[in-house]
């Protein structure tokens, strides 16, 4: 396919850059995204992704579309992601519903959406404002602390061992288990990710004989899952609910900071805060490219003859900034108004739409109310716009390395 873009990290990031030239042509472009080296159609209009993430011939698990030989490129992130870690583990990550499809995405999801209810998620709101609270009083005064490392993500994991049902005395060991597996330098992932699925199983076995009001044991009551499968539920949640909204909370304070009037229209008028959140939400889509997804059989879609086995990305990150469905789409407007529904595509779209949606929307307004509103002054960078840090995942965009602020 040497007619394929290859799409620099810079390019990814720039909605106006590339993702402009990639919706004025017809049909779907061949792209390689960066940090791969194999090809892939790639969905950039905000219609065309919506159809995508429900169109019942573009499926997740590439198992179901058999005798093809087209060319995978979530196999390759796949092994680069998957590299030295034991097939007894790997099996915990690469089993989650997320890469599933139909009868067998429904028997492994519906467990976990009775489970995940709204009273559950509600019930957490004191949690999450406490746990906020203490953090930002342990960070404020100080000439730098970073509000990704010390505030961000030991918030969003504290929340998830709530949710789970991690008792308080094994909060901080199996915290410290997730950070090394998820967000540490990875020295010590293999025993982070061991730990956890330790824990984990012991936890089922203690929560199937001694209920309590938290996730493992509705599961357990559903009656739906094996053990296994709730471990890999709590993966899930490890690597959807801790990582990528603690990056989302930091991408989204650094945004304001880049637009302080929109800052300063925030602290002035507090009740923009259901707008704000939305339009933060569809202004950063933390998560750029959503998963593979595969042709089941020889089709038309989007102006594209597609063949069976082939492979196409939606461009979330694209798809939120395509002026056909915003207008001005790379200005942030904590005013925005949205029709019905979420009015971005940040938690997905049809039979896959984030399970945590309600949680994310949740933990969000909580911290911009404790950290951007009720303070008497906002937070500012504590270094140059210049060297706060960014490092790129693979297949992905830029995402923050830390944000070094003062409270």
């Given amino acids: ?73 979530q196999a390759e992130l796949l092994a680069q992601g998957l590299g030295g870690i034991p097939p007894e583990y790997a099996r915990y990550l690469t089993g989650h519903l997320a890469l599933f499809d139909g009868a067998e995405h429904t028997r492994r999801r519906n467990p976990l959406t009775r489970a995940f209810t709204a009273r559950r998620v509600a019930a957490l709101r004191p949690f999450v404002e406490k746990t906020a609270q203490a953090l930002i009083e342990s960070l404020a005064g100080r000439e730098q602390a970073d509000l990704l490392g010390e505030f961000a993500y030991p918030l969003c994991t504290a929340v998830i061992c709530a949710l789970v049902g991690v008792d308080a005395a094994d909060q901080d060991r199996v915290c410290g288990w997730i950070r090394d597996f998820a967000y540490g330098d990875g020295s010590r992932a293999l025993e982070g990710l061991g730990g956890i699925v330790e824990f984990t199983l012991d936890l089922v076995a203690r929560r199937r004989g001694e209920p309590a009001d938290d996730l493992v044991s509705a599961l357990l009551a559903d009656g739906g899952m094996t053990d296994d499968e709730i471990v890999t539920v709590f993966f899930l949640l490890i690597n959807t609910g801790i990582t990528p909204p603690a990056l989302f909370l930091a991408h989204a304070v650094l945004a304001l900071l880049d637009h302080p009037d929109q800052l300063e229209r925030l602290r002035a008028e507090p009740e923009l805060l259901g707008r704000a959140v939305p339009e933060l939400l569809r202004h950063v889509t933390l998560v750029r490219m959503g998963a593979t997804l595969y042709a089941t059989e020889d089709f038309a879609f989007a102006g594209t003859r597609l063949k069976k086995g082939e492979a196409v990305t939606v461009a979330l990150f694209a798809a939120d900034h395509d002026p056909a469905a915003y207008d001005t789409p790379e200005r942030l407007d904590v005013t925005r108004e949205f029709g019905r529904g979420d009015g971005h595509l940040a938690f997905g779209h049809g039979p896959h739409y984030c399970i945590g949606a309600a949680l994310g929307r949740l933990v969000t307004g909580v911290v911009f109310e404790e950290l951007l509103v009720r303070r008497p002054a906002a937070p500012v960078l504590a270094v140059d716009r210049a060297d706060v840090a960014f490092g790129h995942w693979p297949g992905d965009g830029f995402h923050l390395l830390g944000l070094p602020v003062r409270l």
């Fill in 1 to 73: 396919m040497n007619d394929a873009v290859h799409l620099t990290p810079e390019l990814v990031e720039n909605p106006t850059g590339a993702y402009t030239g990639l919706r004025s042509r017809p049909g779907l472009a061949h792209v390689v995204l960066p940090g791969l080296d194999t090809p892939v159609r790639l969905i950039t209009r905000h219609e065309d992704v919506k159809e995508a993430l429900t169109e019942p011939r573009l499926v997740r698990d590439r198992s179901t579309v058999p005798d093809s030989e087209m060319p995978d490129p």
